[in-house]
């Protein structure tokens, strides 16, 4: 019953945690039903990044932001990195869209179609180019393609034809670089997805070379899928290239990371720590994928971070010596005990601590209310259009 | 293995078939990554209603059409019932929209404020108004109301203002007039919906009165969810007030009606004809509700109708009486395989020839298609804006 | 981040919970694929609730136990009453059993053969008739009734014969008694569950009267229901009386209630709180239902209470005027964030504190592995038949 | 409209269709709350055998009989193999068992402990030595191994372990023996199963090299799961070993293959095809795996097994020319039809006459009706311990 003490060695693994924002997630989203604005909204990249840098002043937690093409085009890559240095992070993985294009509606990487294939492969190839003036690492692939009805798409030739592509594309990934693969169960397709399970994602990477890997987004599975089972298996097989952090009730919900089931991130950030993936030399890259629709925008990410951070240092808490002990044994409550336990410990008093001795806040949320930034954004970002997944 | 035939009596119950069309099943749909406009898309309501008249004209199974306030919303809706008579279709069920003003993002008629349930509220009776204008017999209520995040709203007391709000609308529907109150599992909101599953519906409209039934989309149901169970005990208390057509592999896909599984279709219209919803007393409604995301969008409809009457008709083959003896007798095997045997029998030959002999194309997606009506719209319906959820 | 403190006014309402534990808890279960036995297994329903009891004495949460009828059946219930009192437990719930005769192969109160339905009804009769020897006030009934394949039985005639048959039973019912009718998603049927869901349960106990309600099985749902909705909505309708705790990552599970997702069962009591199910005047029952297959009985049995009582604690802890005021104001982080507050405060050292002022042990789980109670049963309790779900 | 024609190509295809019986089958067979016997069930492996014997005279689909080692062990595996000649069929694969002995409580190939380990090691060398007696091609391999509640085990520590095991299990596989994988959602571990999806035994068998391939039972994936999916990639990948058949609506309900959904059986078997599973060469080999708990056994298996023959009979009827023509045309209604016109045709005339022109019933289900095989067990096996999943 003695709540566990983190160690000094946990805490330094705690310093390795970063968490990389997607720009798009401080642009308004929403439902098919609605997407609602909000004052303040960034209307161009560098209003993205700002915000981006202010969760990350906040919480020293979120040193990077990822871009999406073409959403985040600019004609200067080179002045957009510095204009993030400014304002301290930095440029990271650049996200490809080949989903709103009217020639996609059948497919991208997949169609039957070698024009359109060759398109989506070239917009890759744009990715790429764009990697290598930003100094960013990873190419990230997710796909729309896939069918809504039986008979709709050739399944087999779809993912023949998947595996192709992407071995071109691979072909100019540097060798600093990395291309990972995103897999999800459905959506936007509702019969057939081309990529909807890690196994697929697997098998494509694997077919390809060392330098490309899976990426796992926590909302990407079927229901009641055990994920922290997936984590430890990619780990275990050396493929587990990035994490696209979100949480879920029921589909692709896109909610803050830990909202939904903070128990469920608690046992992913256990796999991670178990699977080596906050060492020093981890490749496991971080990153949070979400939709603020109804929620603040700027505190929905601070408090998704924060929510990284508190279920990492709560993981950190099990005393796995006690634990693999206790399993040994097959002391089924025991071991489940010494694991909730770790859970179950209030660890923000401790994290609060930890901040105010590097010069954070020690409230990341009450700081940013109280900081006035939100009334300024709201101020003076008047006229243009709000970004949003359109643009 | 003796396939069975259709009795004189079946025969009779499948002329009772009539499914009504949504408006804007013809406008442009999608999902939240992308909405994909289509030539000869409608942009007005009138072009929507002549689309729906030539899904009846080929089919013969399709007398009416549900409208949307305020997509559909036009000044003089005797005119529109003119208009559509003389297309040969009817109006029919009118259907609110309180999920796309900003005042609705935290709810419409659970929302804490008074006003804003008030303007709900308020859209519900102008719909009643133009119900008696347009001679429509069902206010159709699907809400959008829920929250994505756990503490973000109040259960309990959103479930009281619901009743509340209901209770206010009910007064003003008319003797023959009903209100019928949709259920969905999930989507917009993410975390708790307002009116989540047949239970809370019946609970609902069983304490406003009579006239207040319960609307069953075929894909509002968590996973694995036995529909035609639900169809028999709405059926079995005499609140089945109408279906919303559709189906699904994931969620609430919209997806063509029996496209997803047409045995699962044959169960449902199994349990219909049980419970007496195809008698000529029946107050049952039988409407689509789908996107036709990918797919074009008159033929989309017509492959629906057709669906669901070939999936009656295979149904009105099972042979009840040996069917029931099975049961009783404890013939698993036997009675799975009465009721199998219906299903499996290709019924559309019959139809095709019940088509003919009633003037209609034996083969209406084939009439769709030598018609020249796609070709006609797409060269017609220039410029304006091509109709969608959004208008 | 300051975490709440719980009022005195709380602390009352924690004094209020009490879990009534099911006796067949402490007996052999497992899969369809291999039962375990385990040294110090019951053999008589004296031993049974010998173990209830020392639950009980260690935890001070657990003054009752459940009784399943034919496997607790006993000559003298008196005796076996002040054999409970001397141990310092009461006899509780009845459950009846109409699940292993093979005349229940197609059913039981939902039979086409009226000869299996009258044995079935006489078997609830029984159990009344203990109810009044042993002053158990609830008669729970769970029902296997269901079929596996379509066609192989009538749903709604099945349905009909339900409602009859409970009628039945509950002309039997006492004044100061109450029928309670559980529902579940599926298993052991595989198709068709003829009380599937809590709107069926709701409709039919409705129908029976004001002694008649539902009892919520928290493993007992489709995958991604909102399980705190349905508790929130039965309080509403007031016929919310009684609970089945156990978890589940799957289907029935029947895990250790809370071990699968704690924040649920938060959620959960935070919805009995609010919807007054821990008032002093409340008829909610709370029980568990659960199967130990591979972990120890007896600590599995505190471990289980424990854990109703920590998420008790934490819904306690909600500031529940901070959040009103938060929802009302849309608010979302903010609400979300004091909800979470509650649920992310420590209470297990609170909690202790109180055990040791009523003179409990303030870790029980230790106090159990310390007291020798398992090596004592495990010597004592040689020969015989252990007991399990088969007697 | 006008139904497809089946050519003499598909005809010559559809004679590649064998499908393995599994003896247990024919036992008795139940869920976790009741087991039902009834009268003329198999108390030994020959009597098993002859039940499968008739099941194959009577279809001519189902010429091998899978054994499950230890419910199978006999003396003399050679005579068991002439005795199973004489009856028309020969003997299959061998199923190994290491879920019923009290040490595999906590695992068998992925156990903490080397001793248990090594047990279940052993036992698998036994069914490979049997192998070679029976003339058995595969070893098949199920594990229950998993845990329950998080903590319990190492998650990856077991993957690791379960490696090893394989490892050294497959230095033992014949060069014309195969080792098949099997993999299974959930059940009877209800928190993290050991090999719990397609991409972990994939990752497995290629591990250990060419003899070692995926087994897909059609039962075991997460609700929504696209299983066609699933055949079609790992044909692609060339891992596809074997089918364990069945069909359900909610876990593992071990239904008669296509009961649930036909439509699904036939998507499934279409891929099939597709990827070369039905070729002369092929080497994926067809098996049913199902529980008849309710219904009876030995018609229970023709009528699957005429199911799987159905379902096939209907893929092979679609025109795939005309549906590739249509799936590059972007023509998704078109496609859709010209693959939904195979399923709804009703191919049970042509399959009864191809029967009769084997010489075979042309209706398996009356002819066993009429054939006195079910009285004449019954009146013979009398006595005895009726085979179940315990011998």
């Known amino acids: ?14 310093d390795n945690l970063a968490i990389e924002l997607p720009s798009w997630a401080f642009g308004n989203s929403g439902t098919r039903f609605k997407v609602f604005g909000t004052p303040g909204t960034p209307r161009t990249v560098e209003e993205k990044i700002a915000d981006a840098a202010t969760v990350n002043r906040l919480t020293g937690l979120a040193p990077s932001v990822a871009l999406h093409i073409p959403w985040d085009r600019v004609d200067d890559y080179a ?11 930095a ?38 180019e764009i990697m290598g003036q930003t100094g ?14 039986p008979g709709q798409g050739d399944i087999r030739g779809r993912q023949d034809r998947l595996a192709e592509s992407l071995a071109t594309i691979y072909q100019h990934i540097g060798e600093d670089q990395r291309l990972v693969l995103e897999y999800k169960f459905f959506e936007p397709a509702m019969y057939m997805t081309d ?17 490309a890997a899976v990426c796992l987004d926590t909302g990407h599975h079927a229901p009641g899928t055990n994920i922290e089972f997936i984590v430890a298996q990619l780990l275990r097989l ?11 009730f029921y589909a ?16 992913i950030m256990f796999e991670v720590i178990r699977g080596g993936g906050l060492d020093a030399d981890s490749t496991v890259a971080l990153m949070l994928d979400q939709c603020h629709n109804v929620e603040e925008k700027i505190p929905g990410q601070i408090r998704s971070v924060l929510n990284v951070q508190e279920m990492t240092a709560r993981a950190l808490l099990v005393d796995t010596d006690a634990l693999t002990a206790a399993q040994e044994a097959g002391d089924v409550l025991g ?57």
Chains 1, 2, 3, 4 share one sequence.
């Open 238 to 248: 050396g493929k587990l290239g990035s994490f696209d952090f979100n949480s879920r």
């Open 195 to 211: 990529v909807p399970d890690w196994g697929t994602s697997y098998a494509q990477v694997t077919a390809l070379g060392e330098r």
């Open 79 to 89: 002045a957009l990195g510095r204009f993030a240095a400014d304002q301290g992070v």
């Open 335 to 391: 071991a489940n005990g010494i694991f909730m336990d770790a859970f179950y410990t209030d660890v923000r008093p401790m994290l609060a601590e930890r901040r105010a001795a590097k010069g954070l806040p020690a409230d990341p949320m009450r700081a940013y209310a109280e900081s006035g930034y939100a009334e300024s954004i709201a101020a003076v970002r008047v006229g243009g259009t709000q970004s949003s997944w359109g643009a």
């Open 136 to 149: 960013s690492q990873d190419l990230k692939i997710w796909l729309a393609d896939g069918t809504n009805y």
């Open 252 to 267: 692709d919900d896109d909610l803050i990371v830990g909202a939904a089931d903070p128990f469920q991130l608690f046992r």
């Open 91 to 128: 440029l990271g993985t650049i996200n490809s869209n080949t989903f709103q294009d009217d020639e996609y509606k059948f497919g991208s990487l997949t169609h039957t179609d070698k024009t359109v294939r060759q398109k989506a492969i070239d917009h890759h190839l744009e990715c790429i």
């Open 1 to 14: 019953m003695t709540p566990n003490t983190m160690t000094t060695d946990n805490f330094s693994l705690l």
